[in-house]
Nanobody, 128 residues
């Protein structure tokens, strides 16, 4: 059984920063074999891609809307992936989800269908 548990969400003013983390666990889960990603879903909207990081942690890719403001990183020893969010805007308000997808020779995944495992989500609210 693979579990992804997000933490660190909350309320912040526009222009502020927040960091959300995702801890992965599972007896047979090989964290270093998975591409990790962050998605978000605002009320009434579809889940959208935010950021992804390769299985080795040496390559990242971001949605245009967060490029230059968000940074994704991973710690294989702790089986943790983190999303540092700076210069937050009200439109960043959403539930943020962590996801894991088997790498299979790829470096990045941007579609929800490429990810096998999902966390339960953590709420991020940015006030104007």
């Amino acid at each position: 059984q693979v579990q992804l548990v997000e933490s660190g969400g909350g309320l912040v003013q526009a222009g502020g920063s927040l960091r959300v983390s995702c801890a992965a666990s599972g007896r047979t889960f090989s964290f270093s074999s998975y591409i990790m990603g962050w998605f978000r879903q605002a009320p009434g909207k579809e889940r959208e891609f935010v950021a992804t990081i390769s299985w080795r942690g040496d390559s990242t890719h971001y949605a245009d809307s967060v490029e230059g403001r968000f940074t994704i990183s991973r710690d294989s020893a702790e089986k943790r992936v983190t999303l540092q969010m700076n210069s937050l805007k009200p439109e960043d308000t959403a539930v943020y989800y962590c996801a894991a997808g088997w790498a299979s020779g790829r470096y990045h995944y941007t579609s929800t269908g490429d990810y096998e495992y999902w966390g339960q989500g953590t709420q991020v609210t940015v006030s104007a």
